[in-house]
């Protein structure tokens, strides 16, 4: 599976944007998909994660209510909608295909990543 995030750039506070996440591989359909972003200076952290069928998501505490993950198998893209962002938002987000879990060790494939930057 490989894995390309992209939708990342430069908003003010209380705007939204939204990632995308391309995968190829024929098997990216069975895979869960997880969001991932790491700021400057600090670990990669959890965002967000769906399930291969888009029935279930896990969302960090720090961003729910304001982002969705969804996914579309058909075209083999995974979406991370993010809604009244904040300056604590900027990092690089990354997107990553493995277990339905918030753990960085459980998710095998990655994607380059793509930076938000987030102004007060």
């Known amino acids: 599976v490989q894995l390309q995030a992209s939708g990342g750039g430069l908003v003010q506070a209380g705007g939204s944007l939204r990632l995308s996440c391309a995968a190829s591989?024929?098997?990216?359909?069975?895979?869960?998909v997880g969001w991932f972003r790491q700021a400057p200076g600090k670990e990669r952290e959890f965002v967000a994660a769906?399930?291969?069928?888009?029935?279930?998501?896990n969302y960090a505490d720090s961003v729910k209510g304001r982002f969705a993950i969804s996914r579309d198998n058909a075209r083999t893209t995974v979406y991370l909608q993010m809604n009244s962002l904040r300056p604590e938002d900027t990092a690089v987000y990354y997107c990553?295909?493995?277990?339905?879990?918030?753990?960085?060790?459980?998710?095998?494939?990655w994607g380059q990543g793509t930076l938000v930057t987030v102004s007060s």
């Open positions: 990553a295909a493995g277990a339905l879990t918030s753990r960085v060790v459980d998710y095998a494939y």
């Open positions: 591989g024929s098997s990216f359909s069975y895979y869960y």
């Open positions: 769906v399930n291969w069928s888009g029935g279930t998501m």
